[in-house]
């Protein structure tokens, strides 16, 4: 059998982290994958969320099977969270995943059970796992425009793009922090797309990952807000793996608004089967903390003022940055950079000059130019800031020629 198994791709995210554990020079720099670092260069577990873990272990609970659905008083705290109380969460129904790519996946897998060969829009460029996931499930998947060949927004192609899109089709948004752009649609946009999904039909799909850490929580949470209220049907995938800092603990929420309690009931029961099927019931331990924390007040203020800290450094090390760019000779550059918001930025380097900065200067990140900006010690940004300049010179290549693709 193994021997008919043709050689399949490499994840290009933890090819690079592999390489990167390879390197020995000692001043290398990874701004490959998606997690929030500290002054120090480690991934701290936040102060609430320790607090949470020491209760949850005084009490000891009995760690019996939750149920297909998981953690139920977590799915509602999400969708208070998320959505707020009343309006569109009393027309929502939520089961707890294994973090937001199970989210994802569950949710592709209920679209092609109720539509099968769906077509889902997504960005480009996109998530690097989203075409994964929903070809995986079985959806086509098609593309729109989301940033201009200068790095900067492109409403008018997208929404030009998306007037494609039909009544049977499915929109892929990511509902802040865009990944791995860092770019983010205006408030007349995010109208604009509303208004196009009630006049075509088509569903938005909303991913949820990076909530609070682009201009605070309720501001990232406003424009899927704004949705929910105004299309009769929208899915929801959420993360807490960034803004609770659980990456290992794999804890999400897959979400469904719709018009009736009869359709909210079936594809409640079509997530636990498809659940069931992929890994039976979600791990307890992330969800019970997230649960804590969110239902007492004392908890729940001492995480929004960390999240509210870690914004703020990410916002601090890409205004840093953009200045030390900006001084180095090279404005047009940090002017894109300093507009992106979020964990991730898309710096404006083809994929040999992303080749370039790896070889000559240590620093990993993807081809397509992503990288984290809340990977980066606060203390080596002047030199990241050179690296950039360096390749950026060595071909003097004009921004509007380095668009790149890819996650």
């Not at 909210?264 to 659940?275: G, S, W, Y």
């Not at 940055?321 to 950079?337: C, M, P, R, V």
């Not at 404006?348 to 790896?358: A, S």
């Amino acid at each position: 059998m193994l021997e008919l198994l043709l050689p399949p791709p490499v994840d290009p995210l933890w090819d690079l982290t592999a390489a990167f554990e390879a390197d020995g020079r000692a001043e290398r720099l990874n701004l490959v994958l998606g997690v929030y670092r500290d002054h120090t260069g480690g991934t701290p577990v936040m102060a609430a969320v320790r607090e949470a873990e020491i209760r949850l272990a005084e009490r000891s609970e009995s760690k019996e099977y939750r149920g297909l659905s998981g953690n139920t008083a977590f799915n509602r705290a999400m969708l208070s969270m998320v959505l707020g109380s009343g309006g569109a969460a009393d027309r929502a129904v939520a089961v707890q995943t294994v973090a937001g790519s199970g989210a994802l996946r569950l949710l592709a897998d209920l679209i092609c059970r109720t539509r099968p060969g769906t077509t889902v829009w997504i960005s480009d460029p996109a998530y690097v796992n989203h075409q994964p996931i929903l070809e995986a499930a079985g959806l086509k998947v098609r593309t729109y425009r989301w940033i201009d060949g200068h790095g900067r927004a492109d409403p008018a192609g997208m929404l030009r793009d998306l007037g494609a899109a039909g009544r049977d089709d499915v929109v892929l948004l990511q509902g802040c922090c865009h990944n791995p752009t860092g770019v983010d649609p205006d408030t007349g946009t995010w109208e604009a797309l509303a208004e196009l999904a009630g006049r075509a039909g088509w569903v938005p799909f909303v991913d949820l990952a990076y909530h609070g850490l682009g201009d605070g929580l309720e501001a990232d949470l406003a424009a899927t807000r704004m949705l929910a209220e105004r299309v009769p049907e929208m899915l929801l995938a959420i993360s807490c793996s960034k803004n609770f800092g659980l990456y290992s603990d794999r804890t999400g929420c897959a979400v469904v608004l719709g018009a009736s309690r009869q359709s909210l009931r079936h594809a409640e029961t079509a997530l636990q089967n498809a659940a069931r099927t992929l890994y039976s019931m979600p791990p307890e331990h992330g969800a019970a903390v997230v649960t804590a924390i969110l239902e007492d007040d004392g908890l729940r203020a001492a995480w929004r003022a960390e999240l509210d800290a870690m914004r703020g450094r990410i916002t601090a090390n890409r205004a840093d940055l953009s200045a030390h760019l900006s001084a180095l000779g090279w404005g047009t550059q940090a002017d894109i950079l300093a507009r992106q918001k979020g964990m991730f930025s898309m710096l404006p380097l083809t994929p040999d000059q992303m080749h370039g900065l790896r070889s000559r200067f240590a620093v990993y990140g993807t081809a397509s130019g992503r990288f984290n900006v809340a990977g980066i010690p606060a203390h080596r940004i002047p030199c990241l800031a050179r690296g950039i300049a360096g390749v950026l010179a060595e071909g003097r290549v004009p921004v509007s020629a380095t668009r790149a693709h890819g996650g």
